[in-house]
């Protein structure tokens, strides 16, 4: 395999943007890695570079704070562009924990992804199927809202968490039931069910239920001027917009567009909507084979059981830019963050498809995973 190294501070510097800064907590140095790998499958120990070994790897060295932009193809760190969001020269840029990707709202180039795919996926020779790629977008509480299966159904399944949706003091919980129906006889995907219910302090109000929410969209292949549905809880009014007239509307609080659920406050609107996965702790236990077997019927007392005093200290958030990656190529068990064992199938800047993993970080703290050690390979397919 093929080694890039990063060239002393001049790259790391020439790396550096001055736009944004990580986020959390002050940063808490940790010991320098040993050189084992730390990620991690179910619990057990895996070494990830014994998977990771064809294709090329590349050590990246992420400040506390600003921007690292790297480019697959040649595989490389780049200098910072003057403008990322009009630049084809880089395809994925680390800032603290968070990577985002040259595609979407992010930039002008065909970037995108899809995972996490078993780690073992690496050592394909061809792109795995995937039932869509991810460019970046806004997306906040309702980003992994589902669980996936991966071949040969490919399907989506509700995780069934509650999350409540805040609208100045006024507060909903909210839960997604299913993702699938049927149109003209035809079984159908985006096709959302879910309930919520307003939180006072004397009580919850009424469920409510609504049923075959529109995120179709055209889908996969539909573009930006196709509408979708949003919804607003407080009159139960479902309005079809397309990407941009949704962003100047003040008629919704959810958005619900193939499989992205987002909420009209941050990057996603002007109504200043901000939401709670009061279940996101959960995650890390919920492999599709536990998630599958929820229905609508068995999570109910979870729905149930939340109040407005479920929410309290809880942090809302508006929707931010995200990538295919999230917080899901994170591994949080330890003190600090550790890469999860898997794969991502990317698209760069110009289309091509590439495998990529993460074997380890080196000295990682709470802000930043220090020196990421990243692998990738070319794809066709």
């Known amino acids: 395999m093929k080694t890039i190294s990063a060239k002393a501070s001049v790259l790391v510097l020439a790396a550096l943007s001055a736009a944004g800064s990580a986020a959390c907590s002050d940063s ?11 990620v991690t499958d179910g619990g057990k120990p895996v070494d990830a570079e014994a998977t990771f070994t064809s ?5 990246i ?4 704070k600003g921007r690292v932009f790297v480019k697959l ?3 490389s760190i780049v200098a910072a562009p003057t403008d990322p969001k009009a630049s084809n020269e880089w395809d994925i840029a680390f800032e603290g924990y968070d990577i985002t990707t040259n595609g979407g709202v992010s930039g002008q180039g065909k970037a995108a992804g899809f ?21 970046d977008k806004a997306a906040g509480a309702f980003l992994d809202w589902y669980a996936y299966e991966g071949a040969p159904s490919h399907a989506l399944f509700s995780r069934y968490h509650v999350v409540g949706v805040k609208d100045g003091e006024r507060l909903w919980k909210v839960q997604l039931l299913s993702y699938y129906g049927e149109r003209d006889g035809a079984p159908i995907s985006a096709l ?3 309930r919520y219910a307003e939180l006072t302090a004397s009580g919850a109000g009424p469920t409510q239920e609504v049923k075959a929410l529109d995120g179709t969209a055209g889908g996969a292949g539909g573009g930006v001027d196709q509408v979708n549905e949003l919804l607003d809880l407080d009159k139960g009014a479902r309005t079809k917009l397309t990407p941009e007239g949704a962003l100047a509307s003040s008629l919704w609080h959810l958005s619900f567009r193939r499989q992205n659920v987002g909420v009209n406050g941050g990057l996603g609107g002007t109504r200043g909507i901000a939401a709670c996965d009061l279940d996101e702790t959960l995650r890390k236990d919920e492999t599709v084979d536990v998630v599958r077997t929820r229905t609508a019927e068995s999570e109910r007392a979870r729905f149930d059981a939340v109040t407005r005093a479920s929410f309290e200290g809880k942090a809302f958030r508006a929707d931010r830019v995200v990538s295919a990656f999230g917080e899901l190529w994170l591994d949080r068990a330890g003190a600090v963050p550790a890469p999860a064992y898997a794969t991502w199938l990317v698209v760069d800047a110009s289309g091509q498809k590439y495998l990529v993993g993460f074997s380890k970080f080196v000295s990682a703290t709470t802000t930043s995973p220090g020196t990421v050690v990243m692998h990738r390979k070319p794809v066709p397919g």
């Open 28 to 38: 808490a140095a940790a010991k320098p890695d040993a050189g084992e790998p730390t």
């Open 55 to 59: 294709g090329e790897e590349i050590a």
């Open 61 to 64: 060295p992420v400040p506390e």
């Open 73 to 75: 193809s040649p595989l």
């Open 115 to 135: 995972g996490p795919l078993d780690g073992i996926a690496y050592v394909a020779d061809s792109a795995p199927t995937v039932p869509f790629l991810t460019a």
């Open 192 to 194: 959302y069910n879910l």
